[in-house]
């Protein structure tokens, strides 16, 4: 990855800025830099050895995603997501995400299945010896798999931007081991239903995924 500097051509320079956006989006999805972080210029420049046009781009960029706020006279900051906000983008993924459930399980094949099996086992792996980001990427894994079964590349596209809008997610998520546990059962359940055709048993875990809702017992 070529960091800093002034040559390069402009694919180069397109390329590092990427870079760096991707960077800081880790720092911000993992909790590095949790939510409140003022992200001052001259520390981003330091961290992810970059220009000041640069740090500029990239947190312009995250503004415009929400995932960053500038504060007129004051700077950026990792965005604070509140109660409300965070109940509303829970109620438009359960909109969402339920609502293409029956198309799911239409699509899935044998193949499909064990696809989403085999990452669920990915994801109760990294939840015992994998990173923070390990862990993230597996969930994160799983749930492209599933909603890629309701054969719209748009939606999935669209349900990764709303999940990155309560940024911190790992951390936010994952506060106990009973809670990861559950969402490692959850995993496994919603195969489960998808094998069986049970679409509202598939629409119920669904739903209480996303909610971090306590399982039925």
Known sequence: ?????????AA??????????????????????PAGTWLKQ?????????????VRRVLDRLTQRRLVQHIPNRGYQVYE??????????????ILETSVAGLMIAHATPEATRDLRTLARRFDDMSFRGTILQHYDA??????????????????ELVSEIRQR?????????????RIEQSAREHHLM????????????KRLIEIHIR????RV
């Not at 749930?143 to 748009?154: S, V």
């Not at 971090?212 to 399982?215: S, V, Y």
């Open 191 to 202: 195969v489960d239903a998808l094998e069986a055709g049970d679409l509202a048993e598939l």
């Open 12 to 33: 180069e320079g397109l390329a590092e800025e990427c870079d760096v956006t991707d960077l800081l989006l880790q720092d911000i999805l993992t909790g590095t830099l």
């Open 139 to 156: 969930n994160l894994a799983f749930h492209r798999r599933l909603l890629q079964l309701a054969g719209n590349t748009e939606l999935v």
């Open 166 to 178: 309560t940024v911190s997610a790992p951390v936010a998520q994952w506060r106990t081991r009973a």
């Open 81 to 94: 997501v509140d109660e409300r906000r965070s109940q509303e983008i829970s109620d438009i993924r359960v």
């Open 1 to 9: 990855m070529k960091r800093g500097g002034n040559g390069g051509n």
């Open 212 to 215: 971090q809702a306590p399982a």
């Open 42 to 54: 001259i520390d981003l420049e330091q961290r992810y050895n970059c220009t000041r046009p640069d």
